[in-house]
């Protein structure tokens, strides 16, 4: 088990190429699909397929919140086998492509989506997530990002918010 600390800003679209030049920048093609909930239960649970450099990783994550902004997550690498089972449990679906790389301490995930996805509010315009290791933790955000305004705490431009009912 871990806990998921992290603060989201509704940032003016970056330089690409600038933000995949950053030191140890990773680029993953990202398939997020909701499951439905167990009976009685109210974790979130969801598969990822990630694509990076041709290679394909499957992922299993369940959610808890904690409180204020933590959540407890549980992560685990799952094999295809799998991946292809809980797809029959799909509630809801996003795809995006997520631009990962250390900044100063911190790792800083910008999410970039389909218009399909967020519409007109996120039309030139990307999701930038910081990972803290507490909530009162203090952080940089890199100089080349603009940032618009906070999303923490918000249904707004999340995921799951924004994820398609799965046909």
Not at 31 to 54: A, C, F, H, M
Not at 73 to 100: D, W
Not at 117 to 131: D, F, H, K, S, T
Request: aromatic share 10%; with cysteine.
């Amino acid at each position: 088990m871990s806990v998921e600390i992290e603060r989201k800003f509704l940032i003016r679209k970056p330089d690409f190429k600038l933000i995949a030049a950053q030191p140890d920048c990773a680029v993953w093609r990202i398939t997020q699909t909701y499951l439905k909930n167990l009976p009685g239960s109210s974790t979130e649970r969801r598969v990822r397929r990630i694509e990076e450099d041709g290679e394909i990783t499957h992922v299993y994550t369940t959610k808890d919140k904690l409180g204020g902004i933590s959540r407890e997550e549980i992560e685990r690498t799952v094999p295809e086998e799998e991946y292809s089972r809980l797809l029959a449990e799909a509630e809801t679906r996003i795809e995006k492509t997520r631009y990962r790389f250390p900044y100063r301490g911190h790792l800083m995930e910008i999410d970039v989506y389909p218009f399909f996805y967020g519409g007109p509010g996120l039309e030139n315009r990307a999701v930038l997530e910081v990972e803290l290791g507490a909530e009162d933790e203090e952080f940089e955000v890199p100089e080349f990002l603009e940032i618009e305004r906070e999303l923490t705490g918000t249904r707004e431009f999340s995921n799951k918010s924004m994820a398609k009912p799965v046909k």
